[in-house]
């Protein structure tokens, strides 16, 4: 990869475009857009009446997509809102056009809930008599079929209405406030005598910086200012995870707090936990890279601020540009049409690169509809890792890209198949990088990176659901804050065991996760993608040329299919624990290979 030297103008960091969505927010744009909106959804609504067991399959069939129009109206005014406000958390237009949006769009779904609970009412054979045949309607069938994996789930229509009205003035509100609290926060670091004020993501910068005082001093300083919120971040956490327990183990009747995300992802129970435990079983692997990274680094012990050390000794920067060329580069060897999808994202300039105080922290691709190319927001700050970040989100757009063929319904792929083709790119660059490289060195450090990132992904990420299981028990059996960090400090005990020192300051790290938060449970598809995509791997490299087809045809499938079904074409039981265990025995092989590099 090239470092800092001269910067082209090819690329530069950038804020995105957003006028493919709205032309701008003013409020005749946005009146005309609601007007337009709301003569859909009257027209729609209108179908009420014609909704019989024994109706016309045709006119389902035009009702189907006259839904599937209104959709996509909805997702994009939807979308805009969330973006806008993504890009600037502090802009009280953003909050308030955002706002205005939720409102509307959770009264328009109130007032069309109707339809998906009818279709989940009629038994088996009434269903199967009106679903759309021929293979032209192939989304609105699967569509159709997998609401119906809830309707065990779901309630009567004026409780759905009444649950999606306190939802939009209750707990998505204190989520929103847990955003825009935790967007606000502001960080200090001295470096070389200077004092900088950076947002997170600059501050977290550090933790991947040589110098073990600068790694320490982010780490200390992030959970400094994150302590002075805790207890009401913890508060917040706890309103989350009674809300929850309420509504889907309450009244809906889930089995657990972690069978809603498994059925939303559908997801056998079974396969999760086989993930779980594999990944509980295997923590010692990890356990054993820190001890040898501490030997790399030259001290005896790691500390848990060292864990993403790099082995190399300078702070490399690399130039936005020669990220974006070598990423693309890197697609244009693996697939020429991989390269043509990630490219659009900048021509169409649909990414937000730039780093500014108020913007949302992190990374995410936002797929809007079919006919759209994905926007893409990171805060790009010039180091190595922000280019594997890069690499990662393409990797979600590429994914959207070849699934674009499909319905609004169905274009998007479940939760845990989501990761695929986003840490497939990452891997992908790795291995780029490093048959480029023949110097030893910068192997090992490579190499490091990788397992740096697969500890990140897959253990970090299991750990979190394990502690979320056992908090959401603690939260409803009374516990206070205080045993919450203390459960969490458990948690981080038994994944690191002894490999490490641990500060204490690390009792707040939960507090700072958005995701168990906002999406909870959510990040058993870290673990998911990244195992699933390290057998894939291995396949590619026995396979070589004769395993692309059958790759990107598993991208184009997006949502279209369950899970199970597409896995099970690429002959993966998700459900054996040897499965998993696969996945890590690569991340082995890989901890054995920089243990024997010589330099």
């Known amino acids: 990869m090239t470092t800092m030297t001269v910067e082209t103008k090819q690329y530069q960091p950038a804020r995105w475009d957003l006028t493919e969505l709205l032309p701008e ?16 959804v009257q027209a729609f609504v209108a179908n009420r009446a014609k909704l019989k067991p024994d109706m016309d399959p045709d006119e389902f069939l035009a009702m189907m997509r006259q839904y599937e129009t209104l959709l996509e109206r909805i997702y994009v005014l939807g979308s805009f809102g ?9 802009s009280s237009e953003a909050l308030t056009y955002r706002n205005r949006m939720q409102q509307v769009l959770i009264g328009i779904q109130n007032r069309t809930l109707f339809f998906d609970l009818w279709w989940k009412e009629l038994d088996d054979e009434q269903a199967a008599a009106l679903l759309p045949q021929g293979p032209e309607y192939a989304d609105f069938r699967h569509y159709l079929q997998d609401l119906r994996r809830t309707k065990p789930f779901t309630l009567d229509e004026k409780s759905e209405q009444l649950i999606n009205t306190k939802d939009a003035n209750g707990i998505d509100a204190v989520l929103t406030l847990y955003s825009m609290l935790t967007n606000r926060l ?9 004092t900088k004020t950076l947002t997170r993501d600059a501050l977290m910068g550090y933790a991947h910086s040589p110098r073990p005082e600068l790694r320490a001093a982010a780490y200390q300083e992030l959970y400094r200012v994150y302590e002075k919120e805790a207890n009401i971040l913890a508060q917040i956490y706890a309103n989350r995870v009674r809300d929850w327990y309420n509504e889907q183990v309450g009244l809906r009747q889930y089995s657990s707090p972690i069978a809603v995300r498994n059925v939303s992802n559908d997801i056998p129970d079974a396969a999760v936990d086989a993930l779980l435990d594999v990944c509980r079983a295997n923590a010692g692997l990890f356990q054993r890279y820190f001890k040898l990274k501490a030997g790399w680094l030259g001290v005896e012990k790691l500390r848990r601020y060292d864990i993403y050390a790099p082995l190399a000794k300078s702070d490399r920067q690399i130039y936005y540009a020669d990220a974006v060329e070598t990423v693309l580069d890197t697609f244009e060897h693996f697939h020429p049409s991989v390269a043509k999808q990630a490219a659009r994202v900048f021509e169409q300039q649909h990414i937000h690169s730039e780093v500014q105080k108020g913007k949302r922290g992190g990374a995410f691709c936002a797929t809007v509809l079919p006919s759209m190319t994905p926007w893409v927001l990171m805060n790009y700050t010039g180091r190595v890792r922000d280019v594997a970040t890069l690499a990662h989100e393409l990797g979600h757009a590429i994914h959207s890209m070849a699934a674009e063929n499909h319905s609004v319904l169905t274009q998007h792929p479940t939760l845990p198949l989501a990761e695929t083709a986003s840490v497939f790119a990452e891997i992908l660059l790795t291995e780029r990088m490093l048959a480029d490289e023949k110097d030893p060195l910068v192997r090992r450090e490579l190499l490091a990176a990788s397992v740096d990132d697969m500890y990140a992904t897959v253990i970090r990420q299991a750990y979190f659901v394990m502690f979320e299981r056992a908090a959401h028990a603690a939260i409803m059996d009374n516990k206070s804050p205080s045993e919450l960090y203390a459960l969490y400090m458990e948690n981080l005990r038994e994944q690191f065991g002894d490999s490490l020192e641990l500060a204490p300051e690390f009792q707040y790290e939960w507090v700072s996760i ?12 870290y673990s998911f993608g990244q195992l699933l995509v390290l057998a894939l791997y291995r396949r590619y490299q026995q396979q070589g040329e004769a395993f692309k087809p059958g790759y990107l045809k598993m991208l184009a499938y997006g949502g279209s299919a369950r899970p199970e079904e597409i896995l099970h074409e690429a002959n993966i039981d998700i459900t054996d624990p040897a499965f998993w265990q696969g996945g890590f025995d690569v991340i082995r092989d890989m901890i054995d290979e920089l243990e024997a590099i010589k330099l």
């Not at 502001?186 to 200077?194: K, M, R």
């Not at 958005?514 to 598809?525: K, N």
């Open 25 to 40: 927010p003013s409020e005749p744009v946005i009146a005309e857009r609601l007007a337009a909106l709301e003569e859909a």
């Open 186 to 194: 502001e960080f200090t670091i001295t470096v070389d005598g200077e």
């Open 82 to 90: 969330q973006l806008w406000f993504s890009e600037n958390t502090q």
């Open 514 to 525: 958005p995701h168990i938060y906002q999406t909870p449970f959510y990040c058993y598809a």
